[in-house]
């Protein structure tokens, strides 16, 4: 038997102590949640998983594919940013809220399929924070559940993200289908796993198109879509100039359209089902070629209001896109006042027109955004491959006018 001192139980005041330090480090724990919780609030919502459309991008039951082109916000910090180039009677009441407006307008208007910016989607010098202004600019896109995408211009890097920061975060928001740059594991390239680093610029990626569901062109993809980086700024022999699309690109885009072109069909398809050899594409970008100034001789639809401002150099961006013989019209910004379609060598080029009222513009001229409308052609028992390629534009006035409607393309096989 032990002794009875030996058997008490340990004094009271240590299991106090033992309790007081569970209490706090409790707290501690506690306070820290709350913190890490704080931080993570972007605006009124937790940081939570991304967003995704549906996927593949494809036709509609009826045979069409809507996009509405959006070219030059020039977003800067909301209501506090003002507008220019309005008339005097609009001007007191006019922000960077005029531009999302419109924007909200366009989609209820022409219920389109896809979004594409083309670039100049804030404006770097008013911007106190890149990611607040492009939550802001894309933010109808956002709520609409749309799927999207986007292509850097030459201001959107002049606040506080650079150019791979910025499509990084682009690629990250709700329904974006936006791409930093190709795939490594794209067959063209060697190099397995993230993407490509011998490839000029951020912001290059391709998006297929697939036929109309329960058709027999529903896994197969009928129309292209090429983004493309044309830079910002650049110096040649000392002498500043835009940025221009480069032959790493170029390369890319070549490896691409022939990986398409090379594609095999199911052959159980019917003959009216197939798609044509060559599926069309179209092109997005932001800095205009050097060979859109012979335009302004040449017979166009639209307003050639403004030179074109572009890169002194050509890389040879024309001959590439007639070379791999798929492009079929190219859609740009940049010149604000610019919103003709004209052709160059088979291949048009489209300016979107200016879209944000705080990028320059013409007072009394309305800020304008193109639509493009694919329309699959329709065999005697299924759908077959796109058999025109349309465009228009919508003015930000009472009616939303619609202006110069065309043809850009038609498959004359199909005809």
Same mark, same amino acid.
């Given at each position: 038997m032990y002794p009875e001192n030996l058997m008490e139980s340990p004094p009271t005041g240590k299991w106090k102590h033992s309790l007081l330090y569970l209490a706090f480090i409790t707290l501690i724990l506690h306070l820290l949640h709350n913190l890490v919780a704080h931080k993570l609030l972007l605006g009124n919502d937790t940081v939570r998983v991304k967003r995704h459309p549906d996927l593949p991008l494809r036709f509609r039951s009826d045979g069409t594919f809507k996009i509405l082109q959006v070219a030059d916000m020039h977003f800067g910090n909301g209501m506090m940013t003002r507008c220019r180039d309005v008339l005097e009677s609009e001007f007191e009441y006019c922000s960077d809220l005029n531009t999302t407006r419109f924007l909200k307008r366009m989609l209820e208007a022409e219920k389109p399929d896809f979004i594409a910016f083309t670039g100049d989607n804030i404006f770097g010098p008013s911007t106190t924070d890149a990611a607040e202004s492009l939550l802001e600019a894309f933010g109808p896109a956002l709520e609409s559940g749309l799927p999207w995408a986007a292509v850097l211009g030459n201001h959107d890097q002049e606040s506080t993200m650079n150019r791979q920061e910025l499509m990084s975060f682009i690629s990250l928001l709700d329904y974006s289908v936006s791409q930093i740059n190709p795939a490594a594991e794209d067959p063209i390239t060697p190099v397995k796993g993230g993407t490509m680093t011998d490839i000029d610029g951020f912001g290059n990626y391709n998006l297929e198109v697939y036929g109309a569901p329960g058709s027999h062109l529903m896994n197969s993809s009928v129309l292209n879509l090429f983004f493309l980086d044309s830079g910002d700024r650049a110096f040649i022999q000392g002498v500043r100039t835009y940025g221009w699309i480069k032959e790493s690109q170029l390369r890319w885009l070549r490896g691409i359209s022939q990986r398409f072109q090379g594609q095999k069909w199911d052959s159980d398809q019917s003959s009216d089902a197939l798609p044509p050899a060559t599926s069309p594409s179209l092109a997005f970008f932001h800095i205009p070629i050097l060979e859109i100034r012979k335009l302004y001789y040449e017979k166009i639809v639209g307003q050639f209001q403004e030179g074109v401002a572009c890169s002194s150099v050509n890389s040879g961006v024309l001959q590439t896109f007639v070379s791999i013989g798929d492009v079929k019209a190219v859609f740009i910004g940049h010149d604000h006042t610019n919103d003709f379609? *004209?052709? $160059?060598? /088979?291949? +048009?080029?489209?300016? *979107?027109?200016?879209? *944000?009222?705080? /990028?320059? *513009?013409?007072?009394? +001229?309305? @800020? @304008?955004?193109?639509?493009? $409308?694919?329309?699959l052609g329709k065999g005697d028992n299924a759908w077959m491959g796109v058999e025109t390629i349309k465009t228009w534009k919508r003015l930000d006035d009472e009616k939303l006018s619609k202006v110069d409607e065309q043809v850009l393309w038609t498959d004359q096989q199909a005809r």
């Open positions: 379609c *004209g052709n $160059l060598d /088979g291949i +048009w080029f489209c300016y *979107g027109g200016g879209f *944000g009222y705080h /990028g320059y *513009g013409k007072a009394g +001229w309305p @800020r @304008r955004a193109r639509v493009i $409308l694919a329309e």
